[in-house]
């Protein structure tokens, strides 16, 4: 269950309280309460328990392109701008009268399907 409501917040974009509100509506339809999670954070003990470990990796904003480091030795983690279409990486947000942070424009999760895999087989 824990597994499925993280499903749910990673494809939907759903925020915490929303799954906090869903793991409580599924809580109180079901009979039996022993396994299921209270809250969002409940669900995250329960996810990191298992070793299912995830990773974030910046986008294009067209998705043309990633930003990481590879094995091949392509050190892309370092460039500002994509290689195929030019756009930037991070955009510019006012964080007070002056100063501006520089925040992504995109970014994807990937989990390791090998660990998974391994988890499933065991």
Same mark, same amino acid.
């Given at each position: 269950?824990?597994v499925?409501? #993280?499903s749910?917040k990673?494809?939907?974009?759903?925020p915490?309280?929303?799954?906090d509100?869903?793991?409580?509506?599924?809580? +109180?339809?079901?009979p039996?309460?022993?396994g299921?999670?209270?809250?969002?954070? +409940?669900?995250?003990k329960?996810?990191?328990?298992?070793g299912?470990?995830? %990773?974030?990796? +910046?986008?294009?904003?067209d998705?043309?392109m990633?930003f990481?480091d590879?094995?091949?030795?392509?050190? +892309?983690i370092?460039?500002?701008?994509?290689? #195929?279409?030019?756009?930037?990486?991070? %955009?510019?947000?006012?964080?007070?009268?002056t100063t501006?942070? %520089?925040?992504?424009?995109?970014?994807m #999760?990937?989990?390791?399907l090998?660990?998974?895999l391994?988890?499933?087989?065991?």
């Open positions: 269950m824990c499925r409501l #993280f749910c990673s494809n939907w974009n759903i915490n309280q929303c799954i509100f869903i793991a409580k509506m599924i809580r +109180d339809a079901t039996i309460k022993s299921l999670p209270k809250t969002y954070y +409940d669900a995250k329960c996810v990191s328990k298992w299912l470990q995830s %990773q974030r990796i +910046d986008c294009c904003v998705g043309r990633l990481y590879n094995e091949y030795g392509k050190n +892309d370092t460039l500002l701008k994509c290689k #195929f279409c030019g756009k930037p990486r991070y %955009q510019p947000r006012k964080t007070g009268t501006t942070k %520089q925040v992504l424009v995109k970014l #999760f990937y989990f390791p090998i660990l998974r391994q988890r499933m087989y065991a």
